[in-house]
């Protein structure tokens, strides 16, 4: 690959940590906002279906804290990668896998967090918690596939 190429990847790695930084800012904001004893005038009732409840609650922090650190550990390999004339390090192969995974969880608690202020909890599962899902399992593959052409393109002499 020429230079170009690389130092485009660098400052994509770059931004996506930024974004990062400012996704995991703005979850511990939005958190504090929401759950803080005087900013909500409408608090969550924990006492009726606190079993679902506390799914969606967790499915929400733990897909997004997942998808983050994730995302940072990508970002990481693939930087360690490029020092190393690397285009697909294979330590984000089932990195990748994992973030699909991730990402309907996330999604999942997302579509249905609203429900955590209402009393008659009805979970909803739509198209949407599974096109992005896929969309990451599609280049998953594809990146597994990069990564076995050019680990063969280079032991080919």
């Keep these: 690959m020429n230079q170009k190429t ?56 733990a897909g997004t804290i997942a998808l983050i650190g994730m995302c940072v550990k990508v970002v990481f390999n693939t930087l360690k990668g490029l020092r190393e004339n690397i285009a697909f390090p294979r330590s984000n192969e089932k990195l990748m896998f994992w973030i699909a995974l991730a990402d309907f969880v996330y999604l999942f608690g997302r579509a249905d967090f609203s429900l955590l202020w209402k009393d008659d909890v009805v979970l909803q599962l739509t198209h949407t918690n599974f096109l992005s899902p896929f969309f990451l399992l599609f280049f998953a593959f594809m990146y597994k596939v990069a990564a076995d052409a050019v680990e063969e393109n280079n032991l080919t002499v």
């Design 6 to 61: 690389w130092k485009g990847i660098r400052i994509c790695s770059y931004v996506a940590l930024a974004f990062c930084l400012v996704w995991a800012v703005s979850m511990v904001v939005f958190f504090i906002s929401v759950f803080s004893s005087n900013a909500s005038s409408h608090p969550v009732d924990w006492s009726q279906n606190t079993f679902v409840k506390v799914f969606i609650f967790f499915c929400y922090v």
